[in-house]
């Protein structure tokens, strides 16, 4: 199967930047695209960002356009997520998923495989 493995969190100010980082590895042929989601205490999981593998393409959510890029490295089976101007709100819980189907690329029904989740904390 697929393994995803997630690192970059931690804890930041108000305004500060984090880049998050999720490799995988395994049978990581067929990619047809990689997410990143975040589910907040109490609230469900919800789209930040994904990558359609070919054609290649980036889709992100409203609240993160203009703060957050999702870029990959094929060679390494690695996707990063670069987080600029992060606020408060932005504390959760991040997730690293990947798919090898079609979809809008913004619902996590579409991913069928899931990193553990790495920690994102923006104090304000």
């Known amino acids: 199967q697929v393994q995803l493995v997630e690192s970059g969190g931690g804890l930041v100010q108000a305004g500060g930047s984090l880049r998050l980082s999720c490799a995988a590895s395994?049978?990581?042929?067929?990619?047809?695209?990689m997410g990143w989601f975040r589910q907040a205490p109490g609230k469900e999981r919800e789209f930040v960002a994904a990558?359609?593998?070919?054609?290649?393409?980036?889709y992100y959510a409203d609240s993160v356009k203009g703060r957050f890029t999702m870029s990959r490295d094929n060679a390494k089976n690695t996707v990063y997520l670069q987080m600029n101007s992060l606020k408060p709100e932005d504390t959760a819980v991040y997730y690293c998923?990947?798919?090898?189907?079609?979809?809008?690329?913004?619902?996590?029904?579409?991913?069928?495989?899931w990193g553990q989740g790495t920690q994102v904390t923006v104090s304000s």
């Open positions: 998923a990947l798919s090898r189907g079609y979809g809008s690329r913004r619902s996590p029904n579409e991913y069928g495989f």
């Open positions: 990558i359609n593998w070919s054609p290649y393409r980036t």
């Open positions: 395994g049978h990581t042929f067929s990619i047809a695209a």
